[in-house]
Every structure is written in C-alpha cells, then in structure tokens.
C-alpha cells in the first residue's frame, strides 16, 4: 500500500530565497488542481470571446453611422481642442501673472530695506 501512495506521487521543486523545496504532489491533487483551473478559466476564456464578438459586431455596426457624422464630430474636436488651449492659455497667463506679482512684491521689499524711495 505505501509503494502504491510512493508511484502515484510526483517530485516537483520549489525555489525560494535561494534555497531548493523538494516536495512530492500526488496525482490526484494535480488532477483537482487541473480541473479547478478549466472550471475558473473555461468561463473567463468563453466571456473574453463573447467579449471580443461584441466589439467587433458593435464597431462593424457603427462604422457606417461614423462616417456618416463624421463632419459633425470633426469640427467637435476643433472646438473641443480650441477651448482646451484658451483655458490653458489662461493657466498659463494666471501662474506668469502670480509670479509677477511676486517678483514685484520682493523687488518692493528689497528697495524698503534698502531705504530707496
């Protein structure tokens, strides 16, 4: 009975932090492992097709709608790109304009310590 328990298990190693694991894993537990594995990933693997078949359906339905508003959508993104360099524009007008402020502000102090009117 031991002999049989010996020849069903097989060895497998491990290596962690430098040292080698040697321990032995019985058939059975790779076969449980085996088809935990398959009833996990068979649902994942089918939903990642269903997936991919709803895209491309959805993308070979749409394209004709695309071309069709595709003018409308372009001058979106010229207004869209417009407005998004005025408002970074701004950004960038305010933070030069702080910064002038500070700069005034330090030159001021500078000429009242000095005492220059």
Not at 99 to 114: P, S
């Amino acid at each position: 009975m031991a002999d049989h328990q010996q020849e069903d298990q097989q060895p497998t190693t491990t290596t962690t932090g430098g040292r080698t694991l040697t321990h032995h894993v019985s058939g059975k537990s790779m076969l449980c492992a085996s088809l935990a594995g398959v009833a996990i990933g068979g649902p994942l693997f089918g939903m990642m097709g269903f997936s991919f078949l709803a895209t491309v359906t959805l993308l070979l339905i749409s394209s004709p709608v695309l071309l069709i508003f595709s003018p409308l959508l372009v001058s979106a993104v010229f207004v869209l790109v417009g407005a998004l360099t005025g408002f970074t524009a701004a950004i960038a007008m305010g933070i030069a304009g702080v910064f002038t402020l500070a700069w005034i502000c330090r030159e001021v102090r500078m000429h009242i310590r000095l005492g220059f009117k």
